[in-house]
């Protein structure tokens, strides 16, 4: 992948684009309080009931399957919280496409969007190994330490860069290709440039990056992002 990799390409798209991309909602908790997150009133109150996971299934494959494969995106909140309902939801979901003989028996992924915390969590490696031809994780790391620990942090105000860094290093085992979001706010702005080196040289070629859409900004903030796009583009070429 390293050797093949060229700036601005992209791994690919699940069956060339031509599948259903569902998110589902399946926990409103979540183990981090990130200071830039937009979702607020987190809570442990509503996780996705059974029957609504059910409901949804039942509902796609009722209809003419006009596309070749469906991504189930499952994110809350802290999906991986939620393990519970993830695994009623894709044994279910396996269950109808097996007796249905549906053309969507083998074409199907779960995409795990995860801020990592739980990823080496027993659990979740189980159902990892169980359905590993079918998974792809998405686990949000911010870049450098300081970068990750300003805003990615528990209740407690710890920064949560150690866990996720190490269960990242888990995840490229496994998948390889797999991508990461990185997230820019002020004051860390200036951290641009090397967070997005360190993640490459992590081995994640793959790096959703945006900056928050809130009223945060200062002046001079644009000038900073432009010279570290800048200073970026520059490690970029001479790379």
């Not at 396996?94 to 083998?106: A, D, E, G, M």
């Not at 888990?170 to 004051?187: D, I």
Request: negative net charge; aromatic residues 12%; contains cysteine.
């Amino acid at each position: 992948m390293a050797t093949s990799y060229a700036l601005g390409t992209h791994g690919g798209a699940f069956r060339h684009g031509h599948a259903y991309n569902v998110d589902l909602i399946v926990t409103e908790d979540c183990n981090l309080r990130c200071r830039y997150c937009y979702l607020t009133g987190k809570n442990a109150s509503h996780p996705m009931p059974t029957h609504v996971a059910r409901d949804i299934v039942d509902f796609f494959l009722s209809i003419p399957p006009p596309r070749m494969g469906v991504m189930w995106n499952l994110i809350g909140g802290e999906a991986l919280i939620a393990m519970d309902v993830i695994e009623e939801f894709a044994a279910y979901f396996k269950s109808c496409v097996f007796q249905l003989n549906h053309p969507w028996r083998y074409a199907y992924m779960f995409l795990l969007s995860t801020n990592g915390v739980l990823y080496d969590d027993p659990r979740v490696q189980k159902f990892i190994f169980e359905n590993h031809r079918h998974i792809f994780p998405g686990i949000t790391i911010d870049g450098t330490k300081r970068k990750h620990d300003m805003h990615r942090v528990f209740p407690d105000g710890g920064g949560s860069y150690d866990i996720v860094e190490s269960n990242m290093r888990l995840a490229l085992q496994q998948f390889p290709t797999m991508h990461t979001k990185v997230t820019f706010s002020h004051g860390d702005i200036e951290y641009l440039c090397e967070s997005i080196i360190h993640l490459w040289e992590m081995g994640i070629r793959e790096i959703f990056a945006n900056v928050v859409y809130e009223d945060v900004w200062q002046l001079g903030d644009s000038e900073i992002f432009e010279s570290q796009l800048r200073e970026l583009a520059d490690v970029a070429l001479d790379r």
